[in-house]
């Protein structure tokens, strides 16, 4: 049975996980800013830096896998912004790094990060978002939605989970991770009815937008469905998972995108590996 680190263990699909895996007899070390086994404030460094600490003194160094689901949504607050930036990416991807050789010294280990179908549903997310949070910078980033005012929570959780999303991506295939046996993959729920979304729909205008949002199968998701997922993207059939995102939202995604992924990758990409084919002659001009 394997060691497990879970945050926002406390609530919602983070509690559903940590249920499910105890219940399969496995160790779980919940992070969460509300009671749980190691309480920490992911917004803050000094927060990420603890929660990183304890669990690897708490796993004795080794864990078989990780579970990042602490998040806040996208509550309409300009004052709440720094907050959900930091929580919902430095959250994340500071505890991946810090957490990276315990994950290693198991050989086979497993993550699945919290994304959201917000990452490909909400309209344009501005790049220049994107890209601060990609580069660490989470107070350019909420600096760069200012223009819109107390309609920003959307761009910023948008973007948080679309810098998620890629930075697992980019990461997933590296030697340090791949090659070290671990297995990094998203997880991009839909609306799911969790406290969060509670929240959102005790909020008159959050609730419109919420039900107002095209759901083919119809209703909300259950946290304990997202859970059967992620346990699947733990367990050993996960071996050959590399760098996916898997969006379980009820068809919201294929209903706005259906043609716009998967998507030919670009020639100018894949050049380099087609010169190593002996015969088969790319020039610079395609
Ligand atoms: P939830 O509110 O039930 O749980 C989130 C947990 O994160 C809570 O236990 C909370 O205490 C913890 N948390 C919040 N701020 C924290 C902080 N500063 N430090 C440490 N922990 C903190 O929400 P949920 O719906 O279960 O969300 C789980 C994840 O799924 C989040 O990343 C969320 O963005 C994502 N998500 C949710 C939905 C949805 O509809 N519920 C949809 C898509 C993605």
Redesign the pocket.
Same mark, same amino acid.
């Given at each position: 049975m394997g060691v497990y680190a879970v945050?926002?263990?406390?609530?919602?699909?983070?509690?559903?996980v940590a249920d499910k895996l105890t219940a399969e007899g496995h160790r779980v070390i919940g992070?969460?800013?509300?009671e749980?086994d190691i309480v920490?404030?992911?917004?803050?460094a000094a927060?990420r830096r603890n929660?990183i600490d304890d669990v690897l003194a708490a796993a004795d160094g080794r864990l078989d896998g990780a579970v @990042?689901?602490?998040? !806040?949504?996208p509550v309409p607050d300009p004052a709440r912004l720094p907050?959900i930036a930091?929580?919902?990416y430095l959250?994340v991807v500071d505890l991946l790094e810090g957490w990276r050789p315990a994950l290693a010294a198991t050989g086979a280990a497993r993550v699945v990060a919290?994304?959201?179908?917000?990452s490909t549903t909400v309209p344009a997310v501005p790049g220049r978002t994107v890209k601060a949070f990609l580069a660490g910078d989470t107070d350019r980033a909420v600096r760069s939605v200012k223009i819109f005012g107390r309609q920003a929570a959307p761009f910023v959780?948008a973007a948080s989970?679309i810098a998620v999303s890629r930075w697992v991506r980019r990461h997933a295939v590296r030697p340090e991770w791949a090659g070290a046996g671990i297995r990094l993959n998203v997880i991009?729920?839909?609306?799911? @009815?969790?406290?969060? !979304?509670e929240?959102q729909l005790a909020s008159a205008t959050q609730a419109k937008a919420v039900e107002a949002f095209p759901v083919p199968t119809g209703g909300?998701?259950k946290?304990e469905h997202i859970a059967d997922w992620v346990c699947m993207m733990l367990s050993p059939s996960a071996e050959f998972l590399c760098g996916s995102i898997l969006f379980v939202d009820g068809g919201t995604d294929a209903y706005f995108r259906p043609d716009d992924w998967p998507r030919a990758v670009p020639l100018r990409r894949i050049v380099g590996y087609l010169r190593k084919f002996r015969g088969f002659a790319v020039t610079r001009n395609g």
């Amino acid at each position: 049975m394997g060691v497990y680190a879970v945050t926002g263990a406390a609530s919602g699909m983070g509690r559903a996980v940590a249920d499910k895996l105890t219940a399969e007899g496995h160790r779980v070390i919940g992070v969460d800013i509300q009671e749980t086994d190691i309480v920490a404030d992911l917004s803050t460094a000094a927060g990420r830096r603890n929660a990183i600490d304890d669990v690897l003194a708490a796993a004795d160094g080794r864990l078989d896998g990780a579970v @990042l689901a602490a998040g !806040l949504g996208p509550v309409p607050d300009p004052a709440r912004l720094p907050m959900i930036a930091a929580v919902n990416y430095l959250g994340v991807v500071d505890l991946l790094e810090g957490w990276r050789p315990a994950l290693a010294a198991t050989g086979a280990a497993r993550v699945v990060a919290f994304g959201s179908n917000s990452s490909t549903t909400v309209p344009a997310v501005p790049g220049r978002t994107v890209k601060a949070f990609l580069a660490g910078d989470t107070d350019r980033a909420v600096r760069s939605v200012k223009i819109f005012g107390r309609q920003a929570a959307p761009f910023v959780y948008a973007a948080s989970k679309i810098a998620v999303s890629r930075w697992v991506r980019r990461h997933a295939v590296r030697p340090e991770w791949a090659g070290a046996g671990i297995r990094l993959n998203v997880i991009a729920p839909g609306a799911i @009815l969790t406290p969060l !979304l509670e929240s959102q729909l005790a909020s008159a205008t959050q609730a419109k937008a919420v039900e107002a949002f095209p759901v083919p199968t119809g209703g909300f998701g259950k946290p304990e469905h997202i859970a059967d997922w992620v346990c699947m993207m733990l367990s050993p059939s996960a071996e050959f998972l590399c760098g996916s995102i898997l969006f379980v939202d009820g068809g919201t995604d294929a209903y706005f995108r259906p043609d716009d992924w998967p998507r030919a990758v670009p020639l100018r990409r894949i050049v380099g590996y087609l010169r190593k084919f002996r015969g088969f002659a790319v020039t610079r001009n395609g």
